[in-house]
Structure formats: C-alpha cells, structure tokens
Nanobody
Framework: VQLQASGGGLAQAGGSLRLSCAASGSIFTMKSMGWYRQAPGKQREFVAR???????NYADSVKGRFTISRDNAKNTVSLQMNSLKPEDTAVYYCNALSWTQVTGSWGQGTQVTVSS
C-alpha cells in the first residue's frame, strides 16, 4: 500500500493541526495504522497507533493532546494535534503495518513546525 500524508504546516504553541494519511488500498485489512515523527538530529519515534480492532496507543509525550482516528471507508488515518508544543516540531510519517510485515510501509512525511 502507498501512503500520502498531508496537513502539516506551521502552528503557534498551543495551536492545532490535523494530519491526514491517504492509503492507495484498503486499510481495513491492515494490522495497524500509525504515525511516527522524526525531529532534526533525532531518530524516528512512535507517536500513535490504531489497530484493526480499534485499540489505540499513544506516546506519553502526546497523550491527552493528540487523537488518532481511522476511516476505513475512505482509507484514511488522521492525527488531530492540539495544544501543540515547540518540541512537537518534526517530520511526521504515516505507517501501515500488514499482518505479514515487520516494519510496515511508510509515506513521504509531512513537516510540522511549532513556533514558541
């Protein structure tokens, strides 16, 4: 499956952004869909994940601020980001993990920049 992330941009601290990830195929059959991020000079890190049966996990750093959701009919996964902080600045990547993959498929990433 190919993934296309969108919705990044510039926001002020305390503001909101909504990221979307459109998949070229059905996400209904995916084991999980997730978001990761990579800040300059740092390793890519987990942000949020939603599994095929609806279980959701968040990184501690975004709990209570970010919300992941999926629309199986539209083959999209979204990440609503509220109360943004400068440390949320990163390139955000969408990930689709099938039942046979170890690392999954990645989208091209979308830049999120939060100014203080």
């Amino acid at each position: 499956v190919q993934l296309q992330a969108s919705g990044g941009g510039l926001a002020q601290a305390g503001g909101s952004l909504r990221l979307s990830c459109a998949a070229s195929g059905s996400i209904f059959t995916m084991k999980s869909m997730g978001w990761y991020r990579q800040a300059p000079g740092k390793q890519r890190e987990f942000v949020a994940r939603i599994t095929s049966d609806g279980n959701i996990n968040y990184a501690d750093s975004v709990k209570g601020r970010f919300t992941i959701s999926r629309d199986n009919a539209k083959n999209t996964v979204s990440l609503q980001m509220n109360s943004l902080k400068p440390e949320d600045t990163a390139v955000y990547y969408c990930n689709a993990l099938s039942w046979t993959q170890v690392t999954g498929s990645w989208g091209q990433g979308t830049q999120v920049t939060v100014s203080s």
